[in-house]
């Protein structure tokens, strides 16, 4: 599921045609363990029918939903006005035109929800599934964040009407086109650096290519402390190096996808949707957030969050459902496949086992009969195809302390080095490389702007 990127496409002269979800945005089943009981809410998106829907689901909290509502909004609206590098007018004028975000920056989400009295468990984990896109609980979030990803979701949400490989695919096309190249299997071993800045990369073949400019997209630790080294980091900005210490990456998850026989079999429980959570209460995400931390793999029976995916099932010829476990750490998973792979793929079919189990036990009973395919995705597999060495799917956390005036800039200490890697999702990836971009053409594209906006890029 995707926000509105149709600007930033019709900027590139990309064409993909989208189905959008209203009524079947997100679903959420809050179970019991102890008595199996399970209660299913459902979320709408498109513009009011969102805040409604909430306030039909929880009509004695109306009036402090409205409020949060209202002023969310607004919120929202102000992140037009940010500038995601200002300098001093900036700062200026950002305190007059965008109050609620320079009021809010240092809380985190549940501090947020405190403002408006709101203490139902329930909306808390409503709210918290949107928290959970970017891989944080509630109560460690950065506020604007989940707002952000609401927001936009509720503006619109969609997903491409054919396969989801035909966005990479058509913009992989239209880059070509206009004359880039593109290099797969050409692993970055080391980015060159003299004392003028970057002077290219070179790739693990030993080949070089040189480049007075580079992007880096993949995970920002590993670019900055393997890929140019934390020595020549220090000895250019000793705070920029202590900062990126402090640190800490997003969960990384352990995913399931299955072939299911039968359509019929998805669409009877009313599967199908933008997106679906199970999980046994509102403080699941934040029970196990500390175990995360600590690398421990905690997934059980009795505690556990569960995001899944099922995409209609006329979008392909045959039905899938997907299930990713969260928040989870590497753990010793990469361990276990390099080095013992016999325990390694045990292991992985009882994780497996365990949500196939969960999602049978409280929303498709006789799932197991109905799987022709099952694709199992540990952290390691995470490992292997992002490089990051934590398995992380959302790249840094978005914490306070690391979020708005905190977080690193996407402009590093090593000039022409630039990692625009704070965002998740794609059209955070898209609008961050977006920023990059106005950053080498000295503002012609974004004109400095956090968030992109066609009629701003064509002025
Ligand atoms: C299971 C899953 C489900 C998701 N679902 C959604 C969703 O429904 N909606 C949504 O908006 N977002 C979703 N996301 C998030 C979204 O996919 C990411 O936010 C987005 O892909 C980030 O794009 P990126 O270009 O910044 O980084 P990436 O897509 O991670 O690209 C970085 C690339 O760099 C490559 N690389 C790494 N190291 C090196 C090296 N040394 N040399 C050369 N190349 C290297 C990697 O192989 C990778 O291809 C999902 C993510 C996961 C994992």
New binding site residues.
Partial sequence: ???NISDMLDYFGVAVDFDEFTHDFIRVYKVDPATDKVRAFELYTQGEAFEEQLIKLFPADAAKLRRFFDYSQAMFDEIYGLKYAPGARDILEMLLNCPKVVRNRNKTFSEYMKMFGINNPDIGLMFQVFSG?CGLPNDRIAALLTVGVMYSLREKAC?PRGRFIELPQKMEKRYRELGGQMLFR????KIIVDENGVRGVR?KDGSIIRSWNIIS???VK?TMEN?VGLEILRALNPGYAAKLDSVRMTTS?F?VNLGIDDASILTDHALPCG?GVVTMGDDAYQKLFPSFENNEFKLSTGCFYLGY?CPPPSDREKPVL?L?AVPVPVNNWSRLRNAEPGIYQQEKEKAADMLINIMETYVVPDLRNHITVRDI?TPAT?VR????PTGS???MASVPENFGPHRLPVVTPVKGLLA??F???????MN??LQAVDILLDGKVMHGNSRFKLTAAKS
């Fill in positions: 599921m995707i926000s896109m997903r050409s692993e970055v071993e790739l997209t993949i995970d590993l890929l998850t995913t997106y995916s997907s990713q995705s995470y195809y992002s490089g990051s799917i959302y790249d625009p890697k965002a998740h999702g794609v059209f955070g990836a961050s490389g």
